[in-house]
């Protein structure tokens, strides 16, 4: 058996998760509203979109790493910064959601955010802000004005 490169590798997982997602989290954690009609403004059909694109993007990338010429992997040196990136880019989506009760949904989205585009390479401060305008404006209008989802409340907003 050849070994995995990295993308079929995440590929996998990816899909496992989004199978879990779709089978198991989402069935058992998101209650379903009887009083509404329409199946799409039901809170399990964002879970359903989410996992099936997953699904979906996770197959792609298991396609994709399973084409890789095999010996342009092998022939990069090893690394441990792919380590360390992932490993504090999941500390401070930790530290977002533990924020998130204190500062508020909005303010900590924007502080994650602001440190994942310039962690990631991202260095004019206009492209920045006007990510954050767009991104935390959609999500405003979509989720609190339309679908009326509550976000955590804190000192700041």
Same mark, same amino acid.
């Given at each position: 058996m050849?070994?995995?490169?990295?993308?079929?590798?995440?590929?996998?997982?990816?899909?496992?998760?989004?199978?879990?997602?779709?089978?198991?989290?989402?069935?058992?954690?998101?209650?379903?509203?009887?009083?509404?009609?329409?199946?799409?403004n039901?809170?399990?059909?964002?879970?359903?979109?989410? %996992?099936?694109?997953?699904?979906? &993007?996770?197959?792609? @990338?298991? #396609?994709?790493?399973r084409?890789?010429d =095999?010996? !342009?992997?092998?022939?990069?040196?090893?690394?441990?910064?792919?380590?360390?990136?992932?490993?504090?880019?999941?500390?401070? %989506?930790?530290?977002y959601?533990? &924020?998130?009760?204190? @500062?508020? #949904?909005?303010?900590?989205?924007?502080? =994650?955010? !602001?440190?994942?585009?310039?962690y990631?390479?991202?260095?004019?401060?206009?492209?920045?802000?006007?990510?954050?305008?767009?991104?935390l404006?959609?999500?405003? &209008?979509l989720?609190v004005?339309?679908?009326?989802?509550?976000?955590?409340?804190?000192?700041?907003?």
């Open positions: 050849s070994k995995l490169n990295n993308d079929t590798l995440a590929g996998l997982i990816l899909l496992a998760f989004s199978l879990l997602l779709a089978f198991y989290f989402t069935p058992t954690q998101v209650e379903i509203h009887q009083h509404i009609a329409i199946v799409t039901s809170p399990r059909f964002f879970c359903y979109l989410t %996992a099936g694109m997953l699904g979906v &993007l996770s197959v792609i @990338l298991i #396609f994709l790493g084409r890789k =095999a010996q !342009t992997a092998e022939a990069q040196p090893a690394s441990w910064k792919p380590l360390w990136r992932g490993l504090l880019s999941t500390a401070i %989506a930790c530290l959601v533990i &924020l998130a009760n204190f @500062l508020g #949904f909005f303010v900590s989205t924007a502080l =994650a955010m !602001t440190f994942f585009l310039v990631f390479g991202i260095r004019k401060w206009t492209g920045v802000l006007l990510f954050l305008v767009i991104v404006g959609f999500i405003y &209008l989720f004005q339309a679908l009326k989802v509550v976000m955590p409340d804190g000192l700041l907003f």
